[in-house]
Each structure stands twice: as C-alpha cells, then as structure tokens.
C-alpha cells in the first residue's frame, strides 16, 4: 500500500478489527478506531485497559495478532521497515518519561531527529532547533543535560523533539503525568497550540480527566480491550455506561464488599488451603 499526502481525506488513522495478545493473554479485542484529520483524540481507559497496548501497535512497536492499523496509507500491521521508516518521518512521538538521552544536552536532544532524517546543513538545523525551544519556553536551557531539568522542562523538550521536523501525526503518552497543575495546563496550552499553528493531528493517552476535557475533539474509552465510546466531550460525559461513569467519577468498578461478606470470604479461603503435614484427597 503506498502513502498518501491527500489532505482531503478525512481519516488519518483507520483502525479495523485490532486484535493484540501478549503471549496467551488478549489484550485488545477486535478494536475499531478512527482518527480524523486535524482533531485532538485522547484515548482513556482504567489500567490494564490497553490504551498504552494500542498506541504502541500504531506506532509498530507491538506486532498486532490480526486486523489493520492504516496510518497516512500504510498498514503498520504489515509493513516492512522501510515503510515504517518513511512512516516514522512524518509522525512525532513524546514518551511518558521523556526519553531523553542523559549524554546529550537540551539542544542536541532536539536536533536528533534532524541529524538522523535529514540532510539539512547545521546552521539550519541549529535555527529550527531553536525555534521549537522558543515554542515550548525553553530559550536559554540549550546546554543544560536532562538530568538538570525539573519534570515540566523534560516534557517540553521530549514535545520539541517530537515536532522540531513539523510532522503531520503528534502521539503524546501520559503528558501529564506526575506534574503539578499549573504545568499540566502549560502543557495543555502547547497541545492546543501545536492544533492550531501547525494543523497537526495529535493523540493522546492520558488518565487525567480536566486534561482530556480540555484538549480533546474527541474522547475513546477502552475497558479491557474493547471500545466503549469514542465521542466528543459532552457525548462521553453524558454517556451513562456504567465504565464510562464509574472512570468519570472514579468509582470503583467492583461493588463494595460489607464487614460480614469480607469475614465470610476470609474465613471460606483461609478453610480451602491445605495444612501443612496432612494429607489430602
């Protein structure tokens, strides 16, 4: 299947019948997805849902079990490395945890991507470098390693890596994670901006509910592997699934176990374990 640059085409991301297992155990069940052309889809679901299962089997990392994931025309599921290579060059990726290389600076982390894709001279490379700093407020931090960033600063640069070569497809893992309020809503603002500015499709995974409400177009939502709603805003916080309400409320998905039914349980598999030294038929 060859890429396509049509930007009429309302589907960047078609996903059909996704089924991935980690060994004997499924983790996603016939999943079908869409992602439509310059929106913001953040994808939630509790833990051990698959959110992270499925946005590691678009970007190639995981090897799917059956069904297609067609990203800008090619089928991740069955493309070779030459397809994914020329895939990966127009698609930006910010990990959970930055992924950063200790031994190289602020700076040379952005550049990477430029280094390794690209002919471009150093001057250039040094200028849109630059311009990506100054976009996530990170002017003046060139030289400095990751190791002397605070937890904010290494989101911004992992974001500035992610986009420093303009990609057409932003995925952005947990951007929000283990930050404090105020830079969850700075990383907010850079979301929306790169939307914007740079008519960038972006995804997001995230488990941060004021987040998600205010970034998103639309929101999925996973529970053990299938999907349970993809819809705006509003369409998910009206929706009255109970998973759906029991995430948006943080409720427990298990009903709550009384005193007498928790002593009863305790007492009925403390009785099921054999004694040590006697025998059992």
Known sequence: MTTTDDQTAPGIIKIEQLTTHYGERQILDELNLEVNRGEVLVIMGGSGSGKSTLLRTMLGLNKATSGSVDIMGIDVVNANRKQLYQLRRNI??????????GSMS????????????????ENTIRI??????????????DDLMPSELSGGMIKRAALARAVVMDPKLLFFDEPSAGLDPVVAAELDEYILELKQAMDMTIVVVTHELESAFRIADRITILDKGKMVITGTVDEVKQSQDQHVQNLLNRRAARDPISPDEYLDLLTRTKASRPIPGRIHD
């Open 106 to 121: 602020l700076i040379e982390n952005v550049q990477l991507p430029l280094r390794e894709h690209t002919n471009l001279d």
């Open 92 to 101: 930006g990726v910010a990990f959970q945890g930055g992924a950063l290389f």
């Open 128 to 141: 849109m470098s630059r311009l990506k700093l100054d976009m996530m407020n990170l002017s003046g931090f």
